[in-house]
């Protein structure tokens, strides 16, 4: 069966810190990969997402990153975190054939201080 | 641009009544739309999806329905509980082009159900 785990459930981090969420999927091959934020009690703002291995697409400038060093793990970064950057955090997968719905790990809850 | 425009933003139903959540969306390359429920300090779960060659599916007491020609698709929650009280966001899937694979969101309905 196909899961996909997140981790850490809950980050504090200082203001100027480092971040790295990891993401990774398994029981598929090739999935779309994606990287969303909500701002609590608002909707799911898409930041990245993934087709493929070296094919990431950014929908919002910021100072995040994501890369995808392996098919199936998905990582979200930052060099230094700003204030602004705290939310819940949610990577999804989808498998890559027509008309699939995607799934969601349980999130991360980022707060920076 | 919100490419999937969703309404109400919150609904107050009662108990055992019809909570109907709307969505909207202009892109022909949209080929599959999911509904989601969220429920607090969860990720998105999903609850029912259709694709655009059908114009209703049922799962127990879930429907959508969808007008390809209005562009436009709807949640209905028939007999509502006080336990479906949660997010529901309606969604889209592009199929091709320079979005292929996106997933695009509705801005999310909360949903409370009064007992």
């Known amino acids: 069966s196909q899961t996909i785990h997140q981790w850490p459930a809950t980050l504090v981090q200082p203001v100027g810190s480092p971040l790295s969420l990891e993401c990774t999927v398994e029981?598929?091959?090739?999935?779309?990969l994606y990287w969303y934020r909500q701002a609590a009690g608002r909707g799911l703002q898409l930041l990245f997402y993934?087709?493929?291995?070296?094919?990431i697409s950014s929908e919002v400038p910021q100072n995040l990153s994501a890369s995808r060093p392996q098919d199936r793990q998905f990582i979200l970064s930052s060099k230094k975190l700003l204030l602004s950057d705290s939310g819940f955090y949610l990577c999804?997968?989808?498998?890559?054939?027509?008309?699939?719905?995607?799934?969601f790990g349980q999130g991360t809850r980022l707060t920076v201080v | 641009q919100q490419q999937v425009k969703q309404s109400p933003q919150s609904l107050i139903v009662q108990k055992g009544g019809i909570s109907i959540i709307n969505c909207a969306y202009e892109?022909?390359?949209?080929?599959?739309f999911p509904w989601y429920q969220q429920f607090p300090g969860k990720g998105p779960a999903l609850l029912i999806a259709?694709?655009?060659?059908?114009s209703e599916k049922k799962e127990g007491r879930f429907t959508i329905s969808f007008n390809k020609s209005a562009k436009q698709f709807s949640l209905h929650i028939m007999d509502s509980q006080p336990g479906d009280s949660a997010t529901y966001f309606c969604?889209?899937?592009?199929?091709?082009?320079?979005?292929?694979?996106?997933?695009?969101f509705g801005r999310g309905t909360q949903l409370t159900v009064w007992p």
């Open positions: 999804a997968y989808s498998t890559y054939k027509r008309g699939t719905e995607a799934f």
């Open positions: 029981g598929t091959s090739n999935p779309n």
């Open positions: 993934s087709i493929g291995i070296d094919q």
């Open positions: 892109n022909t390359a949209f080929d599959y």
């Open positions: 259709i694709r655009p060659d059908v």
């Open positions: 969604a889209a899937l592009s199929d091709r082009g320079s979005t292929l694979g996106r997933l695009y």
